[in-house]
């Protein structure tokens, strides 16, 4: 994942760099305890387990700061590495946990470029995200009356963020990927969400043209977000008239086409159902991925000839049209004569071929189908 790599990146590069001596009267050395903290996040990352990762990561930012100079630029860079790295964007740990991160993230590039760079903008934006996140999850502990002035004065904050950004980005559009920061301040819902995206779209259509692949799915970003439902709805059937439409908008505008109580809506499904599989007609595409087939797997012939049964656990993510991808053997279990599992990866390849032709109706959100990481398969091998 680019997320992960990005932050190994960081901390290996961290890891790497020589350090200052730093003397500490007891235990021991801040460069020692960047260290332990490095190789834990090594384990963390081999484990998958996230929240350690995160834990580790945090810790040995921190000591990082100490070991290097504020004002080094190479740190700010490693920095915004580290914060794209977080989980945030995953959803897997609280909003609130990340921002002391984005603040100093912001602080730090502020005080090496200055406040109207072009560098601070990625940082303002990524501040302005976690921000939004952080409004809408609870904090441990808080009471109705805090939360609802923490969420008061963080959209304040946000929308302040978002015409900060809005203004830059006006400055700098020539020099910078515009519409693309744009439409992630459209995605921020504020009083400039909509200006935003509508000018998001009107360079992607004089830049690109009015049938490229960015340009639609900036429009169905629009329609999905800012039209009402009957406007909403025609906007999508005049996408769909798009040879260009990416794939993933199109099973998104079909899914919300489908839904409507009149003849086309059969119509719109049965498109959808050639384009995901068989079963899609009588689903309903909620918040979850649905599986809609499966291929049985190869018994190996030597594991066959042997009499042996086990099983393998595949952990994969479902693509945002229903495909698998980066399709991984966690767990091998073979039960051999004795009846005791032993692990031997004979099945691995076997299984990992079938989940190859696995296909599912995909997860949506916000009416847009997306990926899903982490989905898990048990495939058994059992001789009959």
């Not at 923490?150 to 959209?155: A, C, F, G, K």
């Not at 004979?346 to 949506?364: E, G, L, Q």
Request: net charge neutral; aromatic share 8%; charged share 20%.
């Amino acid at each position: 994942m680019r997320q992960t790599r990005l932050l190994s990146l960081f901390l290996i590069i961290c890891a790497a760099l020589p350090f200052r001596a730093i003397a500490a009267e007891d235990g021991p050395s801040i460069e020692q305890q960047f260290n332990t903290a490095y190789k834990a996040f090594r384990t963390a990352e081999r484990d998958n387990n996230a929240e350690a990762q995160h834990q580790h990561a945090t810790v040995a930012l921190r000591l990082g700061s100490d070991l290097f100079a504020e004002d080094s630029q190479t740190l700010a860079v490693l920095t915004m590495n580290a914060a794209l790295a977080y989980p945030t964007a995953w959803g897997l740990l609280p909003a609130h946990t990340d921002l002391p991160l984005m603040q100093r993230l912001v602080t730090r590039y502020e005080s090496l470029f200055g406040q109207d760079s072009i560098d601070v903008i990625e940082p303002l934006l990524l501040l302005a995200e976690t921000l939004t996140a952080y409004s809408l999850h609870s904090v441990p502990d808080e009471s109705t009356a805090a939360a609802r002035t923490r969420i008061l004065d963080t959209e304040t904050e946000i929308a302040s963020l978002t015409q900060r950004i809005y203004h830059l980005t006006k400055r700098f559009g020539p020099n910078i990927d515009a519409a693309t920061v744009l439409q992630r301040l459209g995605g921020l819902r504020t009083g400039f969400s909509e200006e935003a995206t509508l000018s998001a779209i009107e360079i992607r259509d004089r830049t690109l043209g009015p049938q490229h692949p960015l340009t639609l799915s900036t429009r169905y970003f629009y329609a999905n977000n800012f039209l009402k439902r009957a406007a909403r709805l025609r906007e999508f059937e005049s996408l769909l008239e798009s040879q260009a439409l990416p794939v993933q908008i199109r099973t998104a505008a079909l899914h919300q086409l489908s839904l409507k109580t009149n003849t086309k809506a059969d119509q719109y499904r049965a498109q959808l159902t050639t384009l995901l599989g068989d079963q899609v007609a009588s689903t309903t595409i909620n918040d979850n991925y649905l599986p809609v087939a499966k291929t049985a797997p190869i018994y190996p012939r030597r594991a066959l000839s042997k009499g042996w049964s086990g099983y393998v656990i595949l952990e994969f993510t479902v693509t945002e049209v229903g495909f698998v991808e980066d399709i991984t053997a966690i767990k091998s279990c073979v039960y051999k004569r004795q009846g005791q599992c032993s692990d031997n990866s004979i099945f691995d390849k076997a299984s990992i071929t079938s989940a190859k032709t696995f296909r599912y109706v995909p997860r949506f959100v916000d009416g847009l189908p997306v990926r899903t990481y982490g989905v898990q398969n048990k495939v058994t091998f059992e001789v009959m």
